[in-house]
Nanobody, 124 residues
């Protein structure tokens, strides 16, 4: 599957951004999708995942209550709504698709297709 992420940019602390990830190439609706981020000098980390149905989501404590992942299977698109942004949210954000259909995916190794990344910069 090919993934194209968009929506990054520069925002002030406390602001909001919505990232989008358009998928093509295979049955999008069958796969868990995720958003990851990588800040300079740090390892890539998961910030949100959503299962193929859209009913089950996961967030780490660092973004819980501020970020919301959603998907529109009719549009082959997954979104990440980011609110109350903090300078520590500054990173390149990547969307990813699970390796296997109808399977849970939590760790990087569970995801087989990655978008090109979109930069989010939060100024203080």
């Amino acid at each position: 599957v090919q993934l194209q992420a968009s929506g990054g940019g520069l925002v002030q602390a406390g602001g909001s951004l919505r990232l989008s990830c358009a998928a093509s190439g295979r049955t999008f609706s069958s796969y868990t999708m995720g958003w990851f981020r990588q800040a300079p000098g740090k390892e890539r980390e998961s910030v949100a995942t959503i299962d193929w149905s859209g009913r089950t989501t996961y967030y780490p404590d660092s973004v819980k209550g501020r970020f919301t992942i959603s998907r529109d299977n009719a549009k082959n698109t997954v979104y990440l709504q980011m609110n109350i942004l903090k300078p520590e949210d500054t990173a390149v954000y990547y969307c990813a698709a699970g390796v296997r259909p109808y399977a849970r995916a939590s760790f990087e190794a569970d995801f087989g297709s990655w978008g090109q990344g979109t930069l989010v910069t939060v100024s203080s």
